[in-house]
């Protein structure tokens, strides 16, 4: 679930075990007033409150609709639609059909696994990404891509080094905060020196049991939403002052995923109550948005609770009514691995791009690491905006949001 880049990734990150699938300054107050690992769980609205985070709108550093002095007018419709879409390849070097859709405008970033990265050569993944730079800069379009992996720490890293050590470790530490503040400043550095300027991290599920789904891999900072939320915000400030985008995953929370539960594998129901989804799992996720995160992504489990038909990613209810009208986040949305076995019964990679841009995610990830699928997206978000089955109004603002996220990166 999230963990890989759907069922073909089994590059194990530093520090895995075999045969798990595998994808996926300092916070100030807003951590040091709430964590410790024994706050209670009662406690932690109040804690959030005191921090000014609940009902407050974040001030993100630019307006969308600074996105058409960024030149948006320029792009062609197609150039419209590439640009919301990341690609992905197999091996330690990009085909040539990736640099001729970069050049021609149609990619709005790449994605790396351990697949595409010489661990024992750190100036392979650095040419790498130097030449994807500079076919984006041949392409006239005057922003950088989106140029990611997921550097969370523990078994999910593909860069070695930084930050090593893995969001469970992080929140058993003595200093949380500080522990998570240090972890999200090593990974920003490993990522800049690398070339890259995206990270798919932090994720903020909150794990119910151990030995759960999250728990079993490291990957959730604790079982106290309020202590998930301070060192999320910790590593997102931390990332974000040295210029390297973050994401908070996976909204609007997997912690209640069985140990086996796994969404790169097929469906996943979590029958978690609204009042738990609200008050627990999309805790952290307030505290996110309130450190101004740039970027949210979604699951792939559905919840009855909050629409009982559809993944999180493909429902407009939780993208745009809980996610944006009720958390007011008004950032980037960014969808979890399009080919994911949990969407088997939505058709193929164009239907899937096209529901998850009508439920209104901005972002599509193809990491199938195959370039046709990142084609064929485009393909179908260009198609669909252009008969009217996507509304191009909301087409064109999830356009402005992912060029105001990249002006930034400059």
């Not at 379009?141 to 997921?150: E, F, H, K």
């Not at 550097?151 to 080094?161: D, H, S």
């Not at 999320?232 to 909204?251: C, D, E, M, P, W």
Request: proline share 5%.
């Amino acid at each position: 679930m999230a963990i890989g880049g759907g069922p073909r990734d089994t590059t194990p990150g530093e520090g895995a075990a075999p045969g798990i699938e595998h994808r996926d300054g300092t916070a100030g107050d807003i951590g040091r007033r709430v964590v410790t690992r024994r706050s209670a769980l009662v406690g932690g609205a109040a804690l959030v409150a005191g921090a000014g985070l609940l009902g407050a709108a974040p001030a993100y550093a630019d307006d969308p609709a600074d996105a058409t002095r960024a030149g948006s007018h320029d792009l062609s419709p197609r150039q419209q639609a590439g640009q919301r879409v990341i690609w992905s390849y197999p091996g330690l070097t990009p085909p040539q059909e990736l640099f001729d859709a970069i050049r021609a405008g149609l990619v709005g970033g790449v994605i790396f696994f351990g697949e595409n990265i010489d661990r024992n050569d750190r100036s392979q993944i650095q040419g790498v990404t130097r030449a994807l730079a500079q076919a984006q800069a041949d392409s006239g379009i005057r922003y950088p891509m989106l140029i990611m992996t997921d550097q969370e720490g523990g078994i999910v890293q593909r860069l070695p080094g930084a930050p090593g050590i893995s969001e469970k470790q992080i929140g058993a530490s003595a200093d949380p905060v500080a522990t998570a503040t240090s972890a999200g400043t090593g990974a920003a550095e490993n990522l800049l020196d690398a070339g890259m300027n995206c990270n798919l991290a932090p994720v903020l599920d909150v794990y119910r049991e151990a030995g759960n789904f999250d728990d079993r891999f490291g990957r959730s900072y604790s079982m106290d939403p309020a202590v998930c939320g301070a060192c999320g915000a910790a590593s997102i400030v931390a990332q974000q002052r040295l210029g390297v985008v973050t994401t908070a995953k996976h909204f609007p929370g997997l912690g209640a995923a069985t140990r086996d539960a796994n969404t790169d594998l097929g469906p996943v129901t979590l029958d978690v109550s609204r009042s738990d989804l609200r008050s627990i799992d999309e805790l952290p996720f307030r505290y996110a948005i309130g450190a101004r995160v740039d970027m949210v992504m979604t699951s792939w489990a559905t919840y009855p609770a909050l629409d009982p038909h559809l993944p999180s990613g493909l429902s407009p209810r939780i993208v745009q009514g809980e996610l944006r009208h009720r958390l007011k986040f008004r950032g980037v949305t960014i969808t979890d691995a399009i080919e994911a076995g949990a969407l088997d019964e939505f058709g193929g990679t164009g239907e899937r791009a096209v529901r998850a841009a009508a439920a209104g995610m901005d972002v599509l990830l193809c990491s199938a690491r195959d370039v046709s699928q990142g084609q064929d997206a485009v393909d179908a978000l260009h198609a669909a905006i252009a008969d009217r089955r996507l509304n191009r109004g909301q087409a064109n603002q999830a356009l402005q949001r992912v060029i105001a996220l990249r002006r930034r990166l400059h």
